[in-house]
């Protein structure tokens, strides 16, 4: 691949980048694919990539409605971490963690991860209980996890209120260092221009409008910019997915909500770590530029809207207040949501669903962007192999009749 001297770089910026490459061709539809992939976010991106790169399968498209990463991968917190409670999440989410470990070098692109470690802070002693199984858990799993104390864990966050007229007193919590944040748009381009690379078709502005079967098997897909024949579909559509399935008569236990999010004027550093108030449900990180970047709970209305709110705004507002005092000052600069598929028991859906032939990843509710690697790893063996991945089987569609439920929101005893 390309590389770039600093000396070249600073004349890319001078005259506008005007003779840059770019950085994944921009393709047409063909008539026909080995496998198509609907959803250009992170996980399609990805799985496009795994296919190609360890499947050998390089007849690939990813069809994006709208542009590459404009959806949840470019529309959230961008947190990275896999401190869960049940032996199924911690292996799902370390996969993507360790698949993130090695991301930058694998795709020859820096995704500016930073492992700056993730505290999850308690106030009473009913969620010291919750931080302490969840870190005896964490341990059991084989993933770090480590429960701290009052003391430890102020030390962490040094300008969080911790005085005796504090609402929100830190007792101690869980401490998990290889978690952490990465770069979003960097993400979705690394895996785009890789994939790109292994000649996949990356399509933009190709809505899909329908999916067609044969005798209980996937066949073609009707698009805006014309019909495409495959017997392979995934799809990694997040919030509208159950819109697609519609199309094959399967109806997904999915609701879409709002996961609003903030982001304040820059400051110098003054918080080397992700932070989680249980007391108040926000969670905040400051970024690379210093901007404090935080959000909350769902806002628990219905929606496919992408826009914010005010009374969120202020319910959230008010927890990062809570914890840091200092903050008041701040102007805030945007505030944006991103669509949230959750399912009942809080946990993704990955595996076969309706006809032959086609494979669903969704679900993921507030966990989608720091599972990227792992759902495009996952979807990948799917399918090229037909067959689940031993660490996907547990969160195929056959749970809801079963009766074998993940259900994190109870099991960590914070809204998923």
């Not at 909350?296 to 319910?315: F, I, K, M, S, Y």
Request: charged fraction near 15%; proline fraction near 5%.
């Amino acid at each position: 691949m390309m590389r770039y001297s600093a000396l070249s770089l600073l004349k890319q910026g001078m005259t506008g980048h005007r003779s840059w490459p770019q950085a994944w061709r921009k393709a047409s539809p063909k008539p026909a694919y080995d496998a198509v992939i609907i959803g250009g976010g992170g996980h399609g991106l990805a799985t496009a990539y795994y296919l190609a790169k360890h499947h050998g399968m390089t007849r690939i498209a990813v069809l994006e409605k709208g542009w590459i990463g404009g959806g949840n991968t470019g529309r959230n917190t961008t947190v990275c971490r896999s401190n869960y409670f049940y032996p199924e999440s911690v292996a799902l989410y370390d996969l993507a963690l360790r698949l993130y470990e090695g991301l930058s070098r694998e795709l020859n692109y820096n995704v500016m991860l930073s492992q700056r470690g993730m505290l999850i802070a308690a106030h009473t002693p009913a969620q010291m209980e919750i931080c302490n199984r969840i870190a005896n858990a964490m341990q059991l799993n084989g993933v770090d996890g480590k429960l701290m104390t009052a003391r430890e864990a102020a030390a962490k966050v040094p300008l969080a209120d911790t005085g005796p007229d504090a609402r929100y007193r830190l007792m101690g919590g869980i401490w998990q260092g290889r978690a952490g944040t990465a770069r979003h748009d960097a993400v979705a381009w690394g895996y785009a221009r890789a994939a790109s690379a292994l000649g996949v078709d990356i399509i933009e502005n190709c809505e899909v409008t329908d999916i067609e079967t044969k005798g209980g098997a996937v066949r073609r897909i009707e698009t805006s910019l014309g019909p495409i024949q495959t017997d392979r579909i995934g799809i990694a559509a997040a919030g509208a997915t159950p819109g697609l399935m519609a199309h094959v008569g399967v109806q997904l236990p999915i609701h879409d909500y709002a996961l609003q999010a903030f982001v304040s004027e820059p400051v110098k550093p003054c918080l080397d770590t992700v932070l989680l108030y249980l007391g108040t449900g926000t969670y905040v990180s400051q970024s690379d530029k210093g901007e404090l970047v935080f959000g909350g709970g769902l806002d628990r209305v219905p929606t496919h809207g992408q826009r914010g709110n005010l009374p969120v705004q202020e319910a959230i507002t008010a927890g990062l207040l809570e914890m840091f005092p200092a903050f008041g000052q701040l102007k805030l600069l945007r505030q944006w949501a991103g669509v949230v598929d959750v399912v009942p028991d809080s946990s993704p859906l990955i595996g076969p669903a309706g006809p032959e032939g086609l494979y669903i990843n969704c679900g993921w509710g507030t966990g989608g962007f720091k599972a990227i690697p792992a759902g495009g790893w996952l979807l990948a063996h799917l399918l090229a192999t037909g067959q689940h991945h031993e660490i996907s089987r547990p969160f195929d569609l056959d749970r809801f009749t079963t009766g074998r439920l993940i259900d994190e929101a109870a099991g960590s005893g914070i809204a998923h």
